[in-house]
């Protein structure tokens, strides 16, 4: 046996005894280690808590070491290069997964969030909190109800109870889950705490957690959250909960978990806890079943039926792809896809993406002083 063999053995038993040990698999899962409004040092104590309360999770910070906090586990890199080392690092499996203060999803994937609600001290998935899982509300709210299912499956929650906050589009997307419902596709509904009852839920719902699975547009979520968890505090620091939750979209292989530049370390701490114990659940996996079993009940149609109809746009190509390194703020959902077609006609290589504090566009950094007078010419900005 050649000593590269017998290191690959030894290093298995070493994982299999560990294991063993902790009563459980634990999951690298990185954490970038700045960028945070109360300082590094709070990262660094979210990743040690973890640590100390969690038996699923080995905390990789990204970045320069945290005076204190050595004995913690990292992948150093200057402070400038943490969002690019920390998606290098998911890509290439050196992590199973992360949890950031930033992360570009592409449009079509968004985040599941999860709060303590004060009611009944129960916790209660948000579906969705960034990100945004289509640009047409009702179908976004549709496919959020079946993320947030498949989030809750890959916490162990057999059979969760689904409710939808009553914003607008609440009812049409209520009545397309029943339509699914009554065509096999696998959902239970949860009942509002008010003496009328239904499945459209009141803000005293979501204060009592009468459901596992709040169903809501992405922008409420992210309010609901940062409100959840920080109104014990005045709202500089997040002090409860587990942040803005994993990744899900269709085709979307990363686990990759949103917290705020106001979360605090014990938010930080439970966000790592989380998103191990949806990697170990196989969220991704998890996603796809739940969007076969919703699209061979009706998903695309009901989609379909909520997406406005419009004249046929002009064809546009996309020029030759280029890598992007910068990003373009401050264009609304509704318009970022026109805006992106806009550049390509003038020739400027850009993706939209969906940062944590709403809709970018990506494109190569020398091309962006050009690209914001195109679109302050054009209204978009």
């Not at 640590?51 to 080995?58: E, R, Y």
């Not at 997964?97 to 992360?103: D, E, I, L, W």
């Not at 509002?192 to 009852?197: I, K, L, M, P, W």
């Not at 292989?253 to 605090?264: D, F, L, P, Q």
Request: proline share 5%.
């Amino acid at each position: 046996m050649s000593d590269e063999i017998k290191k690959l053995v030894g290093e298995a038993l070493n994982e299999i005894i560990e294991t063993a040990k902790s009563g459980g698999r634990k999951f690298r899962v990185g954490l970038m280690a700045s960028g945070s409004e109360h300082g590094a040092e709070e990262i660094a104590k979210g990743a040690a808590m973890a640590v100390a309360n969690s038996s699923n999770v080995i905390p990789v910070l990204i970045g320069p070491k945290v005076k204190g906090y050595e004995d913690l586990e990292y992948i150093e890199c200057a402070e400038d290069e943490i969002p690019v080392t920390l998606e290098a690092c998911v890509k290439d499996g050196r992590v199973a997964g992360a949890v950031a203060m930033h992360f570009p999803f592409p449009l079509g994937v968004t985040t599941i969030g999860r709060v303590l609600t004060p009611g009944r001290g129960r916790p209660m998935l948000l579906a969705s909190t960034t990100g945004t899982s289509s640009t047409v509300r009702g179908a976004a709210m549709l496919k959020n109800a079946i993320y947030g299912i498949a989030t809750a499956k890959a916490l162990g929650i057999k059979n969760p109870t689904v409710g939808i906050l009553n914003v607008d589009t609440a009812h049409p997307v209520f009545r397309a889950l029943s339509r699914m419902k009554d065509k096999g596709y696998e959902i239970t509904f949860g009942t509002s705490t008010r003496a009328d009852g239904g499945s459209v839920l009141r803000g005293n719902d979501i204060l009592t957690g009468s459901v596992d699975i709040c169903v809501t547009d992405t922008l409420t979520g992210n309010v609901l959250v940062k409100m959840f968890s920080s109104f014990t505090t005045g709202g500089s620091y997040e002090a409860n909960g587990w942040g803005y939750g994993p990744s899900c979209g269709e085709g979307w292989k990363n686990v990759v978990s949103i917290v705020s530049r106001a979360s605090g370390a014990p938010v930080i701490a439970n966000a790592l806890s989380f998103t191990a114990s949806v990697i170990a659940g196989g969220l991704p996996e998890k996603v796809a079943e739940e969007l076969k079993a919703a699209r061979s009940a009706g998903l695309d149609e009901e989609i379909e039926a909520m997406t406005p109809k419009t004249e046929q746009a002009e064809e546009v190509k996309a020029p030759p792809a280029e890598p992007t390194d910068d990003e373009l703020h401050g264009i609304d959902v509704l318009e970022i896809d026109n805006a992106v077609k806009v550049l390509w006609k003038e020739g400027i290589y850009a993706e939209s993406a969906m940062g944590c504090t709403g809709p970018v566009i990506k494109m190569p950094a020398r091309h962006m002083a050009k690209a914001a007078e195109i679109l302050k010419a054009k209204g978009y900005l």
